[in-house]
């Protein structure tokens, strides 16, 4: 397909302008730009029609099954996008916030961060939370920080390490780097949970924290988790959660309970905010009491009758220049007030019914990676079928010429030829049904023609792509 | 239950007896009894419509005004109906990272079109494909020149936004670096500008960069994407690195997000740029393809060695920038850069009663000293409708009659009539 800018004919605009009603005036010539950016010339049915048949070279949840396990792709509802937009929230300016003369002027924006935070610490048993992170990623970070912050302020300094399972996210040991920690990897035992004999030879009075999530990568509750708890806690190291499987449990069990100190939310995936081809997001922190008092600041408090900012004393600072992603935050707000509590322990009773019920049509076609009993998403090996020149990649391919968006492959990291798959609670039994058919017609064809699989996808609008040549010709951009 | 949960009491039966257990709490057998939550304070579910009530009430609570001239960072531009129409297309907004490149080719060459169209607009090579905001990218600036120079001071220039530098002290308060004030590039990793600076001088850094450059040192530049439609860019000034707030490429102001935050550098030290990079290149048959490219510096592979901790991008917010560059069009953004400039230029020549602090140039923002505090002034205003700009003293940029006021496209000659009478108004009688 054309670039955009191969389009461009000179003199073509899409935009008409009312005459300026000022006097014209320009900048003296040396602070100005030579020549005008040479972005496209072009009508606006051209621009439109540009970006629709791009979007139809793309794949959403409102097109298909999108079954990549650890993103948790569920349907994103729509009344979200309509609340988002209202013109209250949509162009209110983030300065209002900084000069108290108008905090009258944003009382709903607080009260709403108020109510959100406050339902966002009881759903995962935590104290309080902070919707300042931008992005998962921003969030451990964030949760990073406060963790090094506590350890500070206590004269922790020899507390300069943190423990990381090797089935977790690369953006754990990324993010503790970042706080200033030193990483210590542990391996998960063949049970695929993380392995008591490991932690404890890992754990030593230099330990600052241990970062998991729960269920694991590897969609399994971790059993141990109390104890790992109990012994962090008696050498003063704190437990980070990793809130990326928080919808498995929600209802069921809260990190707080289980003996977290710190973790992030992922609002684009528990919460149902779009994922957006990657982003935005939106990764609230939430803390315990030991970490309470050094949350990014400032908060929102309630006040006089109203809702007002604070700081508080001992707070790590800002992390976002305001309250990070708002516009997601009022998503997942009106993603929380539509499900109510009862209605979000469905959601995970759903989304682990699901994902047991793929896990049960699918074990006897592919190895199941782990013994124990999956929650939200399953995890396959097709280490059997790559013998026979089937691998994982290869089914991916051809379950995207079946109009299916692939399942997560090669992640965790500790299982070979990993077929990941989460299907979430928002989809039928029809569609799983159908899902599971193609599966099991997939490996039966992996036996009778695996050559068949290297051709695949034969139906996108492009076919397997050269990521060789574009690392080593690097042509990032149409200048 | 839910309306968004399909699954009916016969489907969960089925898929039960499918599974072999009796119930659905057996699936959750693995969870200790001792574990259980220990309360489940949360409301009751409600209807769509009730919820749309609710967000509706909440909404009207707030004020965003009749008429806006807040700035400092983030300008409230006007975004037009084709950006919200396109990038609300549901293959884009409810599509993820683009894991399968052949059924993602419309994010990755839009990707690759905004990182064209980024270098375009500041001269620069290479652009990533976005960061989390301007705030942010300050910070992965910083800690990509360590990256590239082997130094850790960081040297900060008076003409940055003091909220950036808030989160950059956040973000590296336990790395091992040395931030200090001025402009001197002696054993600096960096020197960080603002163009226009947070107060609205707009100045030509190129000297700054030919000193930076003798030093060893690198230039970044915090840009205001409007500006470019007129103003000198980061590449003509010999920035190594170019970053900015892309807000005002068809973001709505959102009370602080999503917005974007973008990165660009040069040839030389691409590889050290943090976040995703689209790359060209072939399929099979030899068509034209897109992917993510040089991903061994990131945090999936690298883990604790990644260059960031970055995991996604903004790419929807990278979109509509995109589709607002390609609507503005080469004339349409420098007529865009010119309508704010000229309406800014005629506000203050208007504001005769108020002392103009800015000594040089200003793009479409200046800073006024008041004959009364600022507070009192925009709290009065702003019972008329009117945000008549930012208090200095509340983000510890001035003193207290002191106000930054942003023009923008949006205003017509006779509200900036209006608003000069009306602040006139209030600051001195």
Not at chain 1, 357 to 363: D, P
Not at chain 2, 178 to 202: H, R, Y
Request: charged letters at 20%.
């Amino acid at each position: 397909m054309q670039l955009i800018f191969e389009k461009s004919q000179p003199g073509r605009r899409a935009i008409r302008w009312d005459t300026l009603d000022v006097p014209e005036k320009k900048l003296p010539a040396d602070l100005c730009r030579a020549e005008a950016a040479a972005l496209p010339e072009m009508a606006e049915i051209d621009v439109v029609r540009h970006f629709t048949h791009l979007s139809q070279r793309n794949v959403g949840i409102d097109d298909t099954f999108y079954p990549l396990g650890s993103c948790t792709m569920k349907y994103n509802p729509k009344v979200a996008e309509t609340v988002a937009a209202l013109p209250g929230m949509a162009r209110l300016h983030p300065h209002l916030s900084t000069s108290t003369a108008y905090n009258g002027n944003v009382q709903g924006a607080y009260e709403l961060i108020y109510e959100l935070e406050r339902e966002l610490a009881e759903i995962a048993g935590m104290q309080a939370a902070s919707i300042q992170p931008i992005a998962g990623a921003h969030g451990e970070l964030t949760g990073t920080l406060l963790m090094a912050a506590y350890h500070r302020d206590r004269g922790n300094t020899h507390k300069d390490t943190i423990i990381v399972p090797d089935s977790a996210h690369g953006t754990n040991p990324a993010s503790a780097n970042i706080a200033g920690f030193k990483v210590v990897e542990i391996a998960s035992n063949a049970q695929g949970l993380t392995d008591l004999d490991g932690f404890k030879a890992a754990l030593n009075e230099n330990t600052a924290g241990i970062m998991m999530t729960c269920p694991n990568t590897h969609g399994l509750f971790e059993k141990d988790i109390a104890e790992i708890a109990k012994l962090c806690h008696e050498v003063d190291a704190l437990l980070y959660y990793d809130g990326a499987n928080l919808n498995a449990i929600m209802g069921e069990c809260r990190p707080g309970d289980l003996g977290f100190d710190v973790m992030h939310y992922n609002l684009h995936k528990t919460f149902a905010t779009p994922h957006g081809m990657g982003g935005p997001g939106c990764g609230p922190v939430g803390v315990g009491k030991r970490l309470l008092p050094y949350l990014p600041g400032p908060r929102v408090v309630k006040k006089d009758g109203g809702f007002a900012l604070e700081t508080p004393e001992k707070s790590i600072g800002r992390m976002a220049a305001f309250f990070g992603n708002y516009l997601i935050a009022v998503r997942a707000y009106a993603y929380l007030r539509h499900y109510g509590g009862e209605g979000l322990h469905d959601v995970s009773r759903k989304a682990v019914l699901n994902a047991n019920y793929i896990f049960a049509r699918l074990k006897d076609a592919f190895e199941p990676a782990f013994d124990g009993r999956f929650m939200h998403e399953c995890v396959f090996t097709a280490s059997k079928q790559a013998e026979g020149g089937v691998r994982a990649m290869d089914f991916a391919k051809a379950l995207l010429d079946e109009g299916y968006h692939a399942p997560t492959v090669y992640f965790p990291l500790t299982v070979p030829e990993c077929l990941m798959i989460e299907p979430t609670e928002t989809e039928s039994k029809e569609t799983l049904d159908a899902f599971c058919d193609t599966m099991l017609k997939l490996a039966e064809r992996a036996k009778t023609d695996p050559e068949s699989f290297k051709e695949a996808p034969k139906t996108t609008s492009v076919s397997r792509l050269d990521e060789v040549k574009a690392a080593k010709d690097l042509n990032c951009a149409c200048l | 239950m839910g309306s968004w949960i399909p699954a009916t009491e016969r489907d969960t039966a089925e898929m039960l007896a499918v599974i072999g257990v009796k119930s659905i709490d057996d699936l959750f057998a693995s969870i200790p009894e001792t574990l259980r939550p220990k309360s489940w304070n949360l409301p009751p579910g409600k209807s769509e419509m009730a919820v749309r009530n609710e967000i509706e009430r909440l909404a009207e609570k707030n004020v965003p005004g009749q008429l806006c001239f807040l700035g400092g960072g983030y300008y409230d531009h006007y975004v037009p109906s084709a950006v919200d129409a396109l990038s609300g297309r549901s293959e884009f907004y409810t599509a993820y990272t683009p894991y399968q490149p052949e059924i993602s080719q419309g994010t990755l060459q839009s990707i690759y079109e905004y990182q064209s169209s980024i270098c375009r607009l500041t001269q620069m090579e290479f652009a990533n494909a976005s960061l989390y905001d301007g705030g942010t990218a300050v910070f992965e600036a910083a800690t990509m020149a360590v990256r590239c120079t082997g130094r850790k001071r960081i040297v900060l220039h008076e003409s940055l936004n003091p909220r950036y530098v808030e989160m950059l002290r956040t973000h590296a308060a336990h790395l091992d670096l040395d931030f200090v004030s001025g402009d001197d590039p002696t054993d600096a990793a960096c020197v960080m500008v603002q163009n226009p600076a947070f107060l609205g001088d707009v100045r030509d850094f190129t000297e700054l960069g030919a000193r930076c450059k003798a030093a060893g040192a690198l230039l970044v530049v915090s840009f205001y994407p409007v500006s470019l439609g007129m103003v000198k860019t980061p590449g003509e000034m010999g920035a190594d690195i170019a970053i900015a707030e892309g807000q005002s490429l068809g973001m709505y102001l959102g009370f602080g997000g999503p917005y974007l935050g973008i990165m660009a550098t040069r040839k030389d030290y691409v590889r050290k740029m943090p976040g995703r990079i689209a790359g060209e290149t072939t399929d099979k048959q030899g068509r034209r393809g897109f992917v993510l490219t040089l991903q061994a510096r990131e945090q999936h592979i690298r883990r604790t060695k990644a260059m960031s901790n970055i995991c996604s991008n903004q790419a929807l917010c990278a979109l509509r920038a995109l589709i607002h560059m390609s609507l503005l069009g080469k004339e349409g953004f420098a007529r865009l850069a010119a309508h704010c400039h000229s309406k800014a230029e005629y506000l203050k020549e208007k504001l005769t009663f108020a002392e103009i602090l800015n000594q040089g140039p200003t793009f479409n923002e200046f800073a006024v000293r008041l004959p009364r505090p600022a507070d009192e002034v925009v709290r009065a205003l702003s019972d008329s409708g009117i945000i008549a700009g930012l208090p200095l003293e509340s983000c510890g940029a001035g003193g207290p009659s002191d106000l930054l006021i942003a023009v923008t496209e949006k205003h017509s000659r006779a509200e900036l009539d209006q608003f000069a009478a009306a602040l006139e108004n209030a600051a001195c009688n």
